[in-house]
């Protein structure tokens, strides 16, 4: 595949629906103007042999029929709002439900949806940008998102930024799904994720936080040493049987880029240290991942083909004064950096 188009159909390409390849070393990503989607990230194992470690779908109109975010840029606000509406500077705002009552990743159309514009492309950095009027999915004010994707060897740092010109709300991060196995593996069950958090948001049946930030201390959600995916799934604790597996924020400790979590797989030898400036990283093992996409390699997924970690502010912040603030004002810069370390045990 050359650098530039990947091989996307050419009805999609006519409709304006293009990628990007970027490379450095031996790391390389195909990158989508739908959704701004990460589709696939290519890297060596410790044996040599090249795999792709982020789920994705094989084109972009598939994309636009999937419920599962597969490394989009989700937005306007990540993960949930509670009774699909908020209230900002004394007035009401009714947003549109996708989750029952609830709001999530954005709503029905939210950035995942939308056909982002390259504002510019390198061999080695990619920035697009996505104009969300004002009203759009019952959020107030015309956001303008942008966010660049840069490689270097063994690394990949997305950074994501917004402005408004009326008070708003937001939550952005990329979604991306990844087993270290290779893209065509069953699950992640055996791999092992480090995550560095004291504490983490309980939540109730509506997977909407309850407002407890909870103790890791003695549950399965102690992930401070890192754990095997697996048993942690299996653990009989009531939050994780309402959830169907993880799908938790967890309170990262520290503030500043920091390491926020580890995953690794003993089968592959590799290693993805992901570190963010966010106050949180929500965990989702993929057990919903329903219907069963189909991927790059043209099978379909199983529940838990993937894990997201998802650097992100808390859920349901609107109607949290408590959690840290995810309002953003005329004149303000919403700004936010991730960075992917991917390496592998020689």
Avoid: C, K
């Avoid at 956001?143 to 740092?157: C, E, I, K, N």
């Amino acid at each position: 595949m050359r650098e530039g188009w990947t091989s996307v159909s050419p009805e999609d390409r006519a409709a304006g629906a293009g990628g990007y390849r970027l490379a450095a070393g031996d790391l390389t990503v195909d990158v989508l103007e739908q959704g701004a989607t990460i589709q696939r990230l290519f890297v060596p194992d410790a044996a040599g042999h090249v795999r792709n470690i982020v789920l994705g779908h094989s084109g972009p109109g598939d994309y636009r029929q999937s419920t599962g975010y597969l490394g989009a840029v989700v937005g306007r606000y990540a993960n949930r709002i509670a009774g699909g509406r908020f209230e900002l500077d004394g007035r009401q705002w009714v947003l549109a439900a996708n989750e029952g009552t609830t709001t999530l990743h954005g709503g029905p159309d939210g950035f995942d949806r939308r056909l982002w514009t390259v504002l510019e492309v390198q061999g080695d950095r990619l920035t697009l940008q996505l104009v969300s009027p004002h009203g759009d999915g019952g959020f107030p004010g015309r956001l303008v998102v942008t966010v660049t994707y840069a490689v270097s060897p063994d690394r990949l740092r997305i950074d994501l930024s917004a402005t408004t010109d009326a008070p708003t709300v937001v939550n952005l991060t990329n979604h991306s799904y990844f087993n270290l196995d290779g893209e065509d593996a069953p699950t992640i069950h055996e791999h092992a994720l480090q995550v560095a958090a004291e504490s983490y948001l309980p939540t109730g049946p509506d997977g909407i936080p309850t407002g407890e930030v909870a103790s890791v201390e003695g549950t399965p959600f102690d992930l401070r040493e890192a754990r095997v995916l697996g048993e942690v799934l299996r653990a009989p604790h009531p939050q994780i049987a309402a959830a169907g597996g993880l799908d938790h924020t967890f309170v990262v400790r520290g503030s500043g880029i920091r390491e926020h979590a580890v995953l690794t797989s003993a089968r592959t030898g590799l290693r993805l240290a992901v570190s963010s400036d966010q106050p949180g990283i929500q965990v989702y093992t993929g057990d919903h991942l329903q219907p069963l996409p189909v991927g790059t390699s043209g099978r379909s997924y199983l529940p838990g083909a993937g894990v997201a970690l998802e650097t992100q502010h808390f859920p349901d912040s609107p109607h949290r004064p408590e959690f840290p603030s995810t309002v953003l004002r005329p004149g303000e810069t919403f700004s936010t950096t991730t960075i992917w370390d991917i390496t592998a045990a020689g």
